[in-house]
């Protein structure tokens, strides 16, 4: 068994990186893969707390990285699934405390025995990014569809093709399909045109996450709505199934063909 | 022009266009490090240096900014003026 690094980054921060690791991980686990998951975010600790995990935390990866305790010591299990493992990050250290040389050390000791390691990449450009994809086979990179996470998404995707870690590959997260049909919001195809990388998935906005989120249950433990779909089928998509993409227009409703009535009376005075 | 629907709404147009659009500028800036001041300099620069070789209608110089994917290229179209001799 070799596992295949996979960091999920984003740039900016607060479009979804950690719930969209923590929900990627338990979408592969689910699915009989053998996971670990990083939170490479040290001093800014959360994959933790969005998958439940927070109250199993002894050591964590600067703990790691400095030997002060073994790999398997740090990786929590999580009971919930078969094989999913977590190695939290460090809340009182800095982003020098881990290299990339060590994230690359580390995962080659545990390469070997997982099928995925998914690590949660801090938000930025600096230290904390290149210690996050030093040892990725994959970047993911994840945006809303607005424009200063999409501006932000470019700068990643340029950074990581210059890392020579590319091509990364884009995740659109948080899509409202309502807002679309409105118009008011970038359309998956928009933002595909303007990132000109390939799309591994979208992830429509739906509240269940975020309740899901409240609980520390990710919303793909036994979700059935959308984004736990969603969520699934990127996975699946990782491990090279084709998949295909979800319909996400939003259904006619009364105003609309009421308001459609109006804007061709409209459009054509 | 408003429509009517925006009449009786007070809704503006929808904003995904100027969003895509503000974003295709931005990003070329951005992965070019080229700004738009710099390309209308460059532009009298070149057509400067053309001049002194071939005679030319500044009027008809059309330089821009194309892209492919991620790649982006100078496109250059100088369209030289008919010599009488």
């Known amino acids: 068994m070799t596992a295949k690094v996979v960091t999920i980054s984003s740039g900016k921060g607060g479009v979804g990186k950690t719930t969209t690791t923590a929900n990627l991980a338990v979408a592969l686990a689910s699915q009989g893969q053998k996971v670990t998951c990083i939170d490479a975010d040290i001093g800014l600790r959360n994959l933790d707390v969005v998958m439940g995990l927070e109250n199993r935390i002894v050591y964590d990866l600067v703990e790691v990285v400095e030997g002060r305790c073994r790999v398997r010591q740090a990786m929590i299990r999580d009971k919930r699934l078969p094989e999913l493992y977590l190695i939290p990050s460090a809340q009182t250290r800095d982003k020098n405390s881990v290299s990339p040389s060590d994230m690359i050390a580390l995962c080659d000791e545990l390469r070997p025995e997982m099928d995925w390691i998914l690590i949660d990449c801090p938000a930025g450009i600096e230290r904390g990014f290149r210690n996050a994809i030093a040892p990725a086979d994959l970047v993911l990179v994840v945006t809303n569809p607005e424009v200063s996470s999409v501006r932000d998404a470019d700068r990643i995707i340029g950074l990581v093709e210059a890392e020579e870690k590319g091509p990364a590959q884009l995740i659109i997260n948080r899509l409202n399909p309502a807002l679309v049909k409105r118009g008011d919001m970038l359309t998956a195809e928009d933002v595909l045109e303007l990132l000109a990388i390939e799309l591994i998935g979208v992830i429509p906005e739906d509240e269940n996450v975020v309740i899901s989120t409240n609980r520390g249950q990710p919303v793909t433990l036994d979700g059935k709505n959308r984004a736990a779909v969603a969520f699934h089928n990127i996975a699946r998509r990782l491990r090279g199934e084709k998949v295909p993409f979800m319909n996400l227009e939003e259904k006619d409703g009364f105003f609309d063909r009421f308001a459609r009535l109006f804007r061709t009376g409209g459009s054509n005075a | ?85």
């Open chain 2, 1 to 85: 022009m408003p429509n009517l629907l925006e009449l009786l709404t007070g809704r503006k147009p929808a904003s995904a266009g100027q969003a895509k659009q503000r974003l295709q500028f931005v990003l070329q800036t951005d992965r070019t490090n080229l700004t738009p001041k710099m390309l209308a300099d460059l532009k009298d620069e070149l057509m400067q240096v053309i001049s002194r070789y071939v005679e030319i209608d500044p009027d008809t110089v059309n330089i821009s900014m194309t892209h492919e994917g991620r790649e982006h290229r100078l496109v250059a179209d100088i369209p030289l003026k008919a010599t009488h001799r």
